[in-house]
């Protein structure tokens, strides 16, 4: 496990808040140099610790105006392969998010639709359709928010 | 704002990829870098696209779990809503916070070193949270899929 110093954690929050942030820029902003910020950055992204870039995208003016997580079980674990659901699942391009989970359900999906029809013809013709698939439950997304986590 | 091919192009590839350089945004996009320069200047002002920001491997940083935590509030209460999220906002473990329109009310992103300071942040700051009616957790086995790609 990679170990951070205080100049690596700054490096976090402030690509947390802005990821457009050149090396140039980082490196004024934390008193470096901008080969010294581009390799602390470069240690960072090698590690995994910096795991890529997300962009806050206005969904419903791209006409995409409802996300909805589900909460899905499986109803018959022991016969079809997790496998061949979470490749099915994959493949739906509707579907942003799969996570398998210990709990409740067995999986958590997030999914996107022009409304609440489109919503209606996604999770009957592709969700229900799924190998294996049992109990589903949906909750509508409203508000969501990230934040800076252990490192603010 | 109306949208045309070349916008869809470069935002279904943008989207699913926000940390590619420019040079291969626009190759993928099928578009020059001009082009690519000037619709994504044109989006951003429309505030079709906001900020960018890093994504945190918060596993490869020793944060070997991670919870989703699902809570319906205590709704007679008309400030519960806004008082429960002022609160989670206080709490560093916190790494997510969405509402919801459903059975669940609010779901809270919890990460942790491991079970034993899982339970720690459990028990002192999370259950301490205001207005809880009923929470159920989901432990996280396996993210399959994490993107915010759009079927554009």
Not at chain 1, 21 to 39: D, H, V
Request: hydrophobic letters at 45%; a neutral charge.
């Amino acid at each position: 496990m990679i170990d951070l110093d205080d100049l690596d954690r700054a490096i976090l929050r402030a690509l947390s808040l802005d990821g457009s942030l050149s090396a140039g820029e980082l490196g004024r902003r934390l008193g470096l140099s901008q080969p010294g910020a581009w390799r602390r950055v470069r240690r960072l992204e090698e590690a995994g610790v910096l795991a890529g870039r997300r962009v806050d995208v206005d969904r419903a003016a791209l006409g995409f105006g409802v996300t909805v997580f589900l909460g899905v079980k499986l109803a018959t674990k022991g016969r079809v392969s997790l496998e061949d659901f979470e490749r099915a699942v994959m493949a739906i391009p509707e579907v942003q998010v799969v996570q398998h989970v210990l709990g409740l359900f067995d999986y958590r999906l997030r999914v996107v639709a022009r409304d609440i029809a489109d919503f209606e013809r996604v999770l009957r013709r592709r969700i229900m359709t799924l190998p294996g698939v049992g109990q589903v439950e949906a909750n509508v997304l409203l508000t969501e928010e990230r934040r800076m986590g252990p490192i603010g | 704002m109306q949208f045309d091919d070349a916008d869809r192009r470069i935002l279904r590839h943008y989207l699913a990829d926000p940390g590619l350089a420019r040079a291969e945004l626009a190759e993928r996009a099928g578009v020059t870098q001009a082009t690519l320069w000037r619709r994504l200047e044109r989006l951003t002002e429309g505030g079709v696209v906001g900020r960018m920001q890093a994504v945190i491997d918060w596993r490869k940083l020793g944060y070997a779990v991670e919870v989703s935590l699902r809570f319906t509030l205590d709704k007679t209460n008309p400030r519960a809503f806004d008082e429960f999220i002022a609160a989670a906002r206080e709490v560093p473990e916190v790494v997510g916070i969405e509402t919801f329109l459903g059975r669940v009310d609010v779901r809270l992103n919890v990460i942790a070193r491991d079970m034993a300071q899982y339970q720690e942040v459990y028990r002192r700051r999370i259950l301490a949270l205001p207005h809880i009616a009923e929470v159920e957790a989901l432990m996280l086995i396996a993210t399959i899929k994490d993107g915010e790609g759009l079927p554009l």
